[in-house]
């Protein structure tokens, strides 16, 4: 595991072999949020040592790690809007004191195409913006353009409300926390780690990697390992008892005697997986590849049935 860096060093990006920087690491979250750059993308302290984004938790802005359900989507288009806007009021301040500066930025800056939702964010807006540059030629429709400014104040209103009784972000992941239960271990780098007998009931560890790690007899209950890489892990008499193991790599993991008791594997990749002696009452199988290379049926549940043809 890596030591965490100081959150004001620069850092080199590389993204399809183009290399730009270096930049803080404040903007880095910006490109990450935006889409200008991917978790799969190197960065560099000193332009020779590369490594993807993914393995420095600092860089990743926390609206990233909850986004894969309905609250984290919406909070990280909410964040995507919110830098969105702030880099057109910036880029509207620098056409001003520059006139055609605003425009002449080299390819390697664009975003990759936008979502539907962004899309539909700015048409809105320019259309509000040209409905108020006309207000001075149509001032007999003031009270209509009153009654519009209470709607939205009222809409403004209800979504302060509901974000105040929105569960707070997740904190960024801790890589060098020591095993504990609700440790959150997201992304993180934990190739071969001996974690015989510990409790992580509860933990978050998405799409961390798990290569190699020793997990016997570790108490897992209703730990986060979607997409995590657990290729030949050795969880002999390991609990993961409501687990969530969606799209988790399992290929040559030992699982001997491992209680699966209502575990998510759905999409999970268990090919040449040792599930001797494994409780998989109630574990959820769909779409999941089996130890003999079949995929699951939709519905398979404690067993791997096979598709209808």
């Known amino acids: 595991m890596t030591e965490p860096d100081t959150t004001n060093s620069l850092w080199f990006t590389r993204r399809q072999g183009q290399i730009a920087g270096p930049h803080p690491v404040g903007l ?5 949020l935006l889409g ?55 880029r509207q301040e620098d056409g001003a004191a520059h006139p055609g500066g605003a425009d002449a930025r080299s390819g390697t800056d664009r975003r990759r195409p936008e979502p539907p939702e962004v899309i539909k964010f700015r048409q809105q807006r320019a259309a509000l913006l040209a409905e108020s ?34 569960p707070p972000p997740l904190p960024p992941p801790d890589c060098l926390a020591p095993a504990a239960p609700g440790v959150n271990w997201n ?5 071969g780690a001996d974690l015989r007998g510990v409790d992580l009931s509860g933990a978050l560890i998405l799409s961390g990697d798990l290569q190699t790690a020793r997990l016997d007899q570790a108490r897992m209950v209703g730990a986060d390992l979607s997409y995590a ?22 290929v040559s993991a030992r699982l001997t005697l491992a209680r699966l008791t209502d575990a998510d594997l759905s999409h999970a990749d268990l090919r040449g997986a040792d599930l001797a002696g494994a409780d998989l009452t109630g574990a959820i199988l769909d779409r999941a590849i089996w130890v003999d290379g079949r995929t699951c049926a939709v519905g398979s549940v404690g067993r791997c049935l096979d598709p209808e043809p």
């Open 133 to 166: 540059g006309q207000r001075g030629a149509a001032r007999r429709r003031w009270p209509w353009m009153l009654g519009g400014g209470l709607v939205l104040v009222l809409a403004v209103l209800g979504l302060l409300y509901a974000a105040s009784n929105r």
């Open 36 to 90: 200008r750059l991917d978790l799969k993308d190197e960065v560099s302290q000193d332009g020779v040592a590369w490594s993807p984004i993914h393995e420095h938790p600092q860089l990743i802005p926390v609206e990233l790690w909850g986004a894969h359900g309905p609250e984290g989507h919406l909070r990280l288009l909410q964040a995507r809007l919110r830098e969105d806007e702030r880099i057109r009021d910036r």
């Open 28 to 32: 880095i979250s910006r490109y990450l």
């Open 187 to 191: 992304y993180c780098a934990l190739v």
């Open 229 to 250: 890489n657990l290729r030949q892990a050795r969880l002999l008499s390991t609990d993961l008892g409501g687990a969530r193991m969606i799209g988790t790599r399992l």
